[in-house]
């Protein structure tokens, strides 16, 4: 028969059984960074959580005790002679019944104890599970911003972050787990210590016996973990699946070319494998772990009988059977819970190795320690020197041999085809990206000398694939600057550079109106005001160096060539990198680069270019022959 998936998951843990517990179960080592993070969320609500589980652990043993010595009460009286019934008041001013009473009325104040506990521990723990997921996302998205741009494009990084990001609300049961495993291991050494005044060796018995079926569950926890990590890719694309064909963005496209019937298809059958291996898992799961609980189903009944033997016997009391016979059950239970709960602890701590694995991975581009201050103003402006890039995993160079100079106040335009390294070489200016070889330098200071985000915030950049965010009219225009978000002044002045008052304007809401249709209420933009919207960003940023990158493909030519001509006018004194595949827009620029294969084939103003009769003027020709 054909190995499936199952038989390859299935095998590791079975040679992993035969390694050393530690090196088994060396996951369990996260979790005094997760409760290092729970604690740090709400100290308060951590130490009341632990003294609720401690006051708890020791309620059943106290009560079960108590029942002993009620029946052993009732016995003794059922052993005095009466020659009438006792009336109420005679029972009452009876030292041995008022005894009794009292037996009975402390077991009904454990009893609403351990009910409060109870219901004290799950509000608690409910508010620190909450406090901790919400802290744990803050520091995913923080960490994740702090990531380098390399490290999102990479998908076996995508993989590693949607694990992570699984995780952060999907461990926060964990908390509540370990803390009933530490509240469940407090009561068996309370029940230990008790039962071991009468027969110890039993409790070896039934402990024994229970071993078998935590080797069992270790075996398929880890299992299921390894399965879980090897659907990552599966289940990425299922997500995607399912946003694709049930979302406002895709709707248009997938009704048009009638794809609802494909993406379904696609994603049954994705779904098909993921429940076919999980119910495999499952049944061989169940089947074993019902064989092992059925031992340790006999182990008890054999300790049962020994105790009854001993109680017939003379050797306990009718109290002491019921006490023995409960701890009894109550210690299977518990040993059984704490060897099963301790490998589903162990596996579901594999998760947080996603989590906090993902928190050690460390950006590759960073400030420097001691950063050198920014220019200002800037007045060299940029410089490549003999610079060249390789995408990671890619052995094709983007860009080499770059040498060339974007100077201060001064237009810049980037010409040539799909793949010459127009945007990689924006990407590099920016530092999204740093260089595989040679240097780029700012006034005369290499790019990493200075700190990122005061370069960064010196840079304007509005990108082709600009994101449309589900914000108001307002906040998009505001993310450019997002710490003036409170200047309506300074809003209202980049809209109306941008050209996006006009359309703001026309919103029912203004600047307070929502955009997109993710959320009620919000209005959808066409592609062209949405871009208006997106350059306005661009001067929100009030930066030094302003670059757009085909951010008004959109647009027809007329209101292109609009748009760039007033951005012409409002970035003087300002270094401009404009990308556009229209030349009556190119043309525009004080001095134009020509790439081909990553390299700079020609520069020259437009008509320097036109002059050479090279690849511009061939560019240029092919172009404006569609217009005639």
């Not at 581009?365 to 490549?384: E, K, N, W, Y």
């Amino acid at each position: 028969m054909p190995t499936t998936r199952l038989d390859t998951v299935l095998a590791a843990p079975v040679a992993a059984a035969r390694r050393h517990l530690a090196e088994r179960f060396g996951s369990v080592r996260y979790l005094p960074a997760l409760f290092a993070q729970v604690r740090a969320a709400s100290p308060r609500l951590f130490a009341a959580s632990l003294a609720l589980r401690l006051v708890g652990a020791g309620l059943p043993v106290a009560t079960l005790w108590l029942a002993k010595l009620i029946l052993d009460a009732i016995v003794a009286e059922h052993a005095r002679p009466r020659a009438t019934p006792m009336s109420l008041d005679a029972w009452l001013s009876d030292p041995h019944l008022s005894r009794l009473a009292a037996l009975v009325a402390a077991e009904l104040a454990l009893a609403i104890l351990a009910d409060l506990i109870g219901r004290l521990s799950t509000l608690v723990d409910g508010l620190l599970g909450d406090l901790y997921s919400n802290a744990a996302s803050l520091r995913l998205m923080r960490h994740a911003a702090a990531l380098d741009l390399a490290q999102f494009e990479d998908s076996a990084q995508q993989d590693r972050l949607e694990r992570a990001r699984r995780q952060v609300t999907g461990r926060t049961s964990l908390i509540g787990q370990v803390f009933g495993q530490g509240q469940a291991l407090v009561t068996l050494l309370s029940f230990a210590a008790g039962v071991a005044v009468y027969t110890p060796w039993l409790i070896v018995l039934i402990a024994a016996a229970l071993i078998p079926a935590f080797l069992n569950e270790a075996h398929f926890t880890r299992a299921g973990y390894r399965l879980a990590w090897m659907r990552t890719p599966e289940r990425r694309r299922i997500d995607y699946l399912r946003y694709l064909g049930a979302s406002v963005e895709s709707a248009k496209e997938v009704k048009l070319f009638g794809l609802n019937g494909y993406i379904t298809d696609l994603y049954a059958g994705l779904a098909d494998k993921v429940v076919a291996d999980n119910r495999a898992l499952a049944i061989r799961r169940a089947g074993w772990g019902g064989a092992f609980a059925a031992l340790g189903t006999l182990a008890y009944y054999a300790a049962y009988a020994v105790i009854v033997w001993r109680t017939v016997a003379g050797g306990f009391s009718i109290g002491d059977l019921a006490f023995l016979a409960g701890a009894f059950q109550r210690l299977r239970g518990l040993i059984e819970g704490l060897l099963i709960g301790f490998t589903q602890i162990a596996g579901q701590s594999q998760y947080l190795e996603d989590l906090f694995s993902f928190f050690a991975i460390e950006p590759s581009i960073h400030s420097p320690d001691r950063p050198v201050p920014m220019p200002a103003p800037i007045r060299q402006g940029l410089t490549f020197e003999d610079v060249g890039f390789r995408y990671p995993g890619s052995e094709a160079w983007a860009v080499r041999h770059l040498s060339f100079t974007l100077a201060a106040g001064e237009t810049l335009a980037l010409v040539g085809e799909n793949g010459a390294g127009k945007t990689t070489i924006v990407k590099l200016m920016t530092r999204l990206y740093d260089p595989t070889e040679g240097r780029i330098l700012l006034d005369g200071l290499p790019l990493p000398a200075y700190d990122l985000d005061a370069l960064r915030a010196r840079i304007g950049a509005i990108f082709q694939d600009f994101v449309r965010f589900d914000l108001t009219a307002g906040e998009n225009v505001a993310v450019g600057r997002i710490e003036a978000r409170d200047d309506s002044e300074r809003i209202g002045r980049a809209a109306v550079r941008g050209l996006a008052d006009a359309v703001i304007a026309r919103l029912p809401g203004g600047y307070d109106q929502p955009l997109g249709k993710r959320f009620d209420g919000g209005v959808d933009l066409s592609g062209g005001q949405w871009q208006k919207i997106a350059l306005s960003r661009a001067y929100m940023r009030d930066a030094e160096i302003l670059i757009l990158d085909e951010p008004t493909a959109a647009l027809d030519a007329r209101a292109e060539y609009d748009v760039f001509r007033r951005f012409r006018d409002l970035s003087a004194g300002r270094a401009a990198v404009l990308i556009s595949h229209r030349f009556s827009t190119v043309r525009m620029a004080d001095r134009i680069l020509v790439l081909e294969d990553g390299k700079v084939l020609e520069a020259g103003t437009h008509d320097a270019l036109l002059a050479r009769r090279g690849r511009y003027a061939e560019l240029f020709e092919l172009q404006a022959a569609g217009y005639r």
